[in-house]
């Protein structure tokens, strides 16, 4: 509603967070009203009359003042929106009123706690990012690495046969896992142990020697040494049935094998192995390169701490909970465990959020159309689609990869900010 004086003030709880508080004289409050009681005036039927076709002035008379008091936060409400909206303010989340009362003279005053997206001076970026040296990963594949992804090859290609007993390290291990504890017991999980994984569990593999289909035994022992507990303070205590034991036998590597698991018939094992490496050594810078960024985002945060919205911080976790929840190893922890296990990440993601909105505004980041359009390029030559459509594609529904492409410019932008050094690893 315009024209009206705004008789108001806000007080910043906290970065993101916003009190305001608002008078309403009565001659205010009752133009307000006068809005509602139209609109609910529609809704009633008082006899003799079609409904919402009774007169104004008798609705009011029969039934104004219940009308009003039940109004009351509605009026508030309507009123907050006009001067939210008068003052420009962006609001995310769902305003609350914290505090509403009627005087004598029927003066409405009350106080309304709403969420905003908060802006950071980054004015001293440079000077908070000159003493920030991070490290890089620059890797050395060796003969022994590539034995290793060879030897995976070999197991995806093995032939195998079922036996009775475990009576080497080279037998898949089919087993039943059930936690076991005094309130619960939960539904058992099917597990193939591959005794010969350089990731099992020494402890567990030794356990399992010897062993016949059919028994079971309890322990605490995880079959794999990155199999980790989410309540660290807490040793389950498991049952492992055997139900089926699978004696493994690799495929000899020749050649013939390496043009097999190719399929190509002109590959030979040094060009495959060339290949490999260099495969292989692309995955790892890329991923040491992805290390490096988190590691920027969190000196980020850390330089440049903001209280995250509420709202967005919750939304976030119950993203993160329901996606969790998806996982085998996750899907019987208490929403309430996972919540707690993923706030930190979450409040850490929104702050990194503020602090790229603001990165960008202040420093003048957005994308350009060239740079939308060159991007649009490279996808229409990958995908062999005309330019157009994957423009179209991008502006439309492209949203993610946008987003991606925004946040390469970001760290393209802080990277020449910070000190680089690289540590040689040989693997």
């Given at each position: 509603?315009?024209g009206?004086?705004?008789?108001?003030?806000?007080?910043?709880?906290?970065?993101?967070?916003?009190?305001?508080?608002?008078?309403?004289?009565?001659?205010?409050?009752?133009?307000?009203?006068?809005?509602?009681?139209?609109?609910?005036?529609?809704?009633?039927?008082?006899?003799?009359?079609?409904?919402?076709?009774?007169?104004?002035?008798?609705?009011?008379?029969?039934?104004g003042?219940?009308?009003?008091?039940?109004?009351?936060?509605?009026?508030?409400?309507?009123?907050?929106?006009?001067?939210?909206?008068?003052?420009?303010?962006?609001?995310?989340?769902?305003?609350k009123?914290?505090?509403?009362?009627?005087?004598?003279?029927?003066?409405?005053?009350f106080?309304?706690?709403?969420?905003?997206l908060?802006?950071?001076?980054?004015s001293?970026?440079?000077?908070?990012?000159?003493?920030?040296?991070?490290?890089?990963?620059?890797?050395?594949?060796?003969?022994?690495?590539?034995?290793?992804?060879l030897?995976?090859?070999?197991?995806?290609?093995?032939t195998q046969?079922?036996?009775?007993?475990?009576?080497?390290y080279?037998?898949?291990?089919?087993?039943?896992?059930?936690?076991?504890?005094?309130?619960?017991?939960t539904?058992?999980?099917?597990?193939?142990?591959?005794l010969?994984?350089?990731?099992?569990?020494?402890?567990?593999?030794?356990?399992?020697?010897?062993?016949?289909?059919?028994?079971?035994?309890?322990?605490?022992?995880?079959?794999?040494?990155?199999?980790?507990?989410?309540?660290?303070?807490?040793?389950?205590?498991?049952?492992?049935?055997?139900?089926?034991?699978?004696?493994?036998?690799?495929?000899?590597?020749?050649?013939?094998f390496i043009?097999?698991?190719?399929?190509?018939?002109n590959?030979?094992?040094?060009?495959?192995?060339?290949?490999?490496?260099?495969?292989?050594?692309q995955?790892?810078?890329?991923?040491?390169?992805k290390?490096?960024i988190r590691k920027?985002?969190?000196?980020?945060?850390?330089?440049?701490?903001?209280?995250?919205?509420?709202?967005?911080?919750?939304?976030?976790?119950?993203?993160?909970?329901?996606?969790?929840k998806?996982?085998?190893?996750?899907?019987?922890?208490?929403?309430?465990?996972l919540?707690?296990l993923?706030?930190?990440?979450?409040?850490k993601?929104?702050?990194?959020?503020?602090i790229?909105?603001?990165?960008?505004?202040?420093?003048?980041?957005?994308?350009?159309?060239?740079?939308?359009?060159?991007?649009?390029q490279?996808?229409?030559?990958?995908?062999?689609?005309p330019?157009?459509?994957?423009?179209?594609?991008?502006?439309?529904r492209?949203?993610?990869?946008?987003?991606?492409?925004l946040?390469?410019?970001i760290?393209?932008?802080?990277?020449?900010?910070v000190?680089?050094?690289?540590?040689?690893?040989?693997?």
């Open positions: 509603m315009r009206l004086k705004l008789n108001s003030q806000i007080q910043n709880l906290n970065d993101s967070e916003r009190k305001i508080s608002i008078e309403m004289p009565k001659e205010e409050t009752e133009k307000y009203f006068e809005e509602i009681l139209k609109e609910e005036s529609k809704k009633l039927t008082i006899p003799g009359f079609r409904k919402g076709k009774a007169p104004l002035s008798l609705v009011r008379k029969m039934y003042e219940a009308l009003f008091y039940d109004n009351l936060h509605k009026i508030a409400n309507n009123r907050f929106w006009d001067e939210i909206d008068t003052l420009g303010i962006e609001i995310i989340g769902v305003p009123i914290t505090n509403l009362d009627l005087t004598d003279d029927k003066e409405l005053k106080d309304i706690e709403f969420e905003v908060p802006e950071i001076n980054l001293d970026l440079d000077q908070k990012l000159a003493d920030v040296t991070i490290e890089k990963k620059e890797y050395e594949l060796t003969d022994s690495f590539f034995d290793k992804v030897k995976d090859f070999q197991f995806q290609y093995r046969e079922e036996i009775h007993t475990v009576d080497s080279e037998v898949i291990v089919v087993v039943d896992k059930t936690e076991k504890s005094e309130n619960k017991t539904e058992p999980q099917i597990l193939g142990v591959y010969n994984d350089e990731n099992i569990n020494p402890e567990f593999r030794d356990l399992l020697l010897n062993k016949k289909v059919g028994d079971k035994f309890e322990t605490a022992l995880e079959p794999t040494l990155d199999d980790k507990n989410i309540n660290n303070d807490s040793k389950p205590v498991y049952e492992y049935e055997i139900k089926k034991i699978l004696k493994v036998k690799l495929p000899e590597i020749n050649e013939e043009k097999k698991i190719t399929n190509n018939e590959e030979t094992f040094e060009t495959f192995k060339e290949k490999i490496l260099k495969d292989e050594l995955y790892l810078t890329s991923e040491e390169e290390a490096f920027l985002k969190d000196v980020l945060v850390e330089k440049f701490k903001v209280t995250p919205p509420p709202s967005m911080v919750e939304k976030t976790v119950k993203d993160y909970v329901k996606d969790l998806t996982i085998e190893t996750y899907k019987n922890v208490s929403d309430d465990q919540s707690e993923v706030k930190p990440l979450a409040e993601n929104v702050m990194w959020f503020i790229k909105k603001s990165l960008v505004k202040q420093s003048g980041l957005d994308l350009t159309e060239e740079e939308i359009n060159n991007y649009a490279k996808l229409s030559e990958k995908y062999k689609l330019v157009e459509q994957a423009k179209n594609y991008l502006v439309t492209g949203a993610n990869l946008l987003e991606e492409l946040e390469e410019k760290f393209n932008f802080l990277k020449p900010k000190k680089i050094t690289t540590q040689k690893e040989v693997l």
